[in-house]
C-alpha cells in the first residue's frame, strides 16, 4: 500500500464532509438520487444540512429523508423543461444518473450520451460557471491487459455498448464550458448495492459460479465513491479524468474468497467455460426484450465478465483529489454483509453448533 494513503472506515466522518462542503457552491443539484451511488450521496449531504434539488422521474423511488430533505424536479434527462428547472442559478451539479443493463446499444446511447448531452446543454444555458462532476466508469475505460491497470492517460478502449456509451458521455461533459470532473470508478459494492449483491447471495449460498482463467479488479466501497464525488464538487481534481478504487488490484477468486472470510460463510468456487456464460447472457437479452429491465446478466454484462482485467491504476488519482486513503475490502465487505443482513436483503450467517 502506498505510504501516502491509509485504510479508512466505511463511515464517512463529518468532519471529512464539512470540509468540502464548505468549499461547494450551492445550491447542489443531482441526477441519479434514487440510485445505489445517489441514495448514499443524499445520506451525506442530507446529514450536514444540505438540501439538494434532485431530478426524478418518481419521488416515491427517494429514500423518506429525501423525500422530505430535497427540492424535487420531476422529470427525466429527456425533459428539457425539468432539467433547466433542475440547474437554474446552481453552483454545482452532481451526475450520477445513468443506465447500467439494456436490450440494445441504441438505448444505452439514448440515455448515457444523449441525456448527458441534455443536461450539458441545459447547464450551459441556465447555469455556465456551475462546477460538473461526472460519475462515469471503468467500463468507458476499458479492461486493461496487465493486471497493473490503466491509467486515466491511456487510450479508452471500451468493449461493451454500455462503456461505449459511457465514454461518448464524458465527451459530453467534456463540451462543456464551465468547470468539469469525470470520475471513472470500478466495481462498487455497498449499502443499497443490487449488483455485487449478486455475488454476496452466491457466497452465501455456499456456491459461487466463475468464468475459467483468473482475473484481477479493481474494487470500491461506495462511500469512497462518495468521497471522490464530494472532494471534486468542492474543486478538487480539477479539469479532468479520474480513477476511483482500492489502490491494489486483487483476483477475482481471491476477492470472493475474502467476501466469503467476512460473512462468515464457505464458499465453493466452481469455473466454468465462457461459452456458458455467453448462452446465459442471450436468455438475459430475451428477457430484456419482452420487458424484464432488472435482469442482471445479459450480453453486455458477460462481454464485460469474460475480459480480463477489470483494473485502474489509482493512486495518483486519489492523491490529486486530495483523498487521505480508501476502505480497504475486508472492512468494506463486512459492513455491507452487516447492511444486507440487517435490511434482510442476506440471510444472518447460520451459528456453529455447540
Known amino acids: ?44 449531504l442530507l446529514g450536514c444540512g444540505v438540501r439538494p434539488r434532485v431530478l426524478v422521474r418518481d419521488p416515491e423511488r427517494l429514500t423518506p429523508s429525501a423525500r422530505a430533505g430535497a427540492d424535487v424536479v420531476r422529470g427525466d434527462l429527456d425533459d428539457v423543461a425539468a432539467l433547466a428547472g433542475l440547474v437554474a442559478g446552481v453552483g454545482t451539479v452532481i451526475h450520477l ?52 491497470g490503466k491509467s486515466p492517460e491511456e487510450p479508452a478502449q471500451p468493449i461493451s455498448n454500455y462503456g461505449r456509451s459511457k465514454l461518448a458521455a464524458e465527451e459530453a461533459v467534456r463540451a462543456f464550458p464551465g468547470r468539469w470532473t469525470v470520475l ?32 484481477y479488479l479493481t474494487v470500491a466501497h461506495v462511500s469512497d465513491v462518495v468521497r471522490a464525488v464530494l472532494a471534486s464538487a468542492a474543486g478538487a481534481g480539477g479539469q479532468q479524468v479520474l480513477h476511483l478504487g482500492e489502490p491494489e488490484a486483487r483476483t477475482m477468486t481471491c476477492t470472493l474468497e475474502l467476501l466469503a472470510d467476512t460473512g462468515g460463510c464457505k464458499v465453493r468456487l466452481v469455473h466454468l467455460p465462457g461459452v456458458v456464460f455467453r ?71 447460520k451459528m456453529p453448533a455447540v
Open 97 to 148: 444518473a445513468g443506465l447500467v443493463r439494456a436490450e440494445s446499444a441504441a438505448r444505452f446511447d439514448r440515455v448515457n450520451r444523449v441525456g448527458t448531452e441534455n443536461l450539458v446543454r441545459a447547464l450551459a444555458t441556465g447555469a455556465p460557471n456551475a462546477r460538473l462532476v461526472h460519475l462515469s466508469s471503468l467500463a468507458a475505460a476499458g479492461p486493461s491487459a496487465a493486471p497493473g
Open 279 to 349: 448462452v446465459v447472457g442471450l436468455v438475459g437479452d430475451g428477457l430484456q426484450r419482452i420487458g424484464f429491465r432488472r435482469v442482471a446478466i445479459t450480453s453486455d454484462k458477460v462481454t464485460e465478465l469474460l475480459a480480463r482485467h477489470w483494473t485502474s491504476r489509482t493512486s495518483e488519482s486519489l492523491a490529486c483529489l486530495g483523498l487521505a486513503g480508501y476502505v480497504p475490502f475486508r472492512e468494506g465487505a463486512a459492513a455491507t454483509w452487516a447492511w444486507y443482513r440487517d435490511h434482510a436483503w442476506l440471510p444472518h450467517a
Open 184 to 215: 471513472r470508478p470500478p466495481a462498487i459494492y455497498g449499502p443499497y448495492d443490487t449488483d455485487v449483491l449478486q455475488f454476496f447471495r452466491m457466497v452465501a449460498s455456499g456456491v459461487a459460479v466463475l468464468p475459467a482463467g483468473e482475473r
Open 1 to 44: 500500500m502506498p505510504s501516502a494513503l491509509r485504510e479508512l472506515t466505511p463511515a464517512i466522518a463529518r468532519d471529512e464532509l464539512r470540509g468540502w462542503l464548505e468549499y461547494t457552491a450551492q445550491p447542489i443539484a443531482v441526477t441519479g438520487a434514487t440510485g445505489f451511488v445517489g441514495k448514499n450521496l443524499m445520506e451525506a
